[in-house]
């Protein structure tokens, strides 16, 4: 499975953006798919999740009430709506999928197909 994130930009503290990751080549459905960042100088982590049956969403502390994840299995696509961004949610934004549902403990290790990433940087 390709994935594609688009969505990405510039935008001032306390915007807002629209990322979303498509599948190309091969269907996502029935994988759970997630997002994750990676700053710079720091580790790549969590963001959210959602799972591939049903409506599970899961979301780190850091994004929990201002971001929203969500699937569109007609258009095989997922987004990630963030409000209310602050500079520290400025890194590359990945999307990722995984056969496997893993509840509230994610890491990259979990994902079986990775995107090349869309840069989010928020001003001050």
């Known amino acids: 499975v390709q994935l594609v994130e688009s969505g990405g930009g510039l935008v001032q503290a306390g915007g807002s953006l629209r990322l979303s990751c498509a599948a190309s080549?091969?269907?996502?459905?029935?994988?759970?798919v997630g997002w994750f960042r990676q700053a710079p100088g720091k580790e790549r982590e969590f963001v959210a999740a959602?799972?591939?049956?049903?409506?599970?969403?899961y979301y780190a502390d850091s994004v929990k009430g201002r971001a929203t994840i969500s699937r569109d299995n007609a258009k095989d696509t997922v987004s990630l709506q963030m409000n209310a961004l602050k500079p520290e949610d400025t890194a590359v934004y990945y999307c990722?999928?995984?056969?496997?549902?893993?509840?509230?403990?994610?890491?990259?290790?979990?994902?079986?197909?990775w995107g090349k990433g869309t840069q989010v940087t928020v001003s001050s």
């Open positions: 990722a999928a995984s056969r496997l549902w893993y509840g509230s403990t994610w890491s990259e290790s979990d994902m079986d197909y």
């Open positions: 080549g091969r269907t996502f459905r029935g994988y759970a």
């Open positions: 959602f799972s591939g049956s049903g409506s599970i969403t």
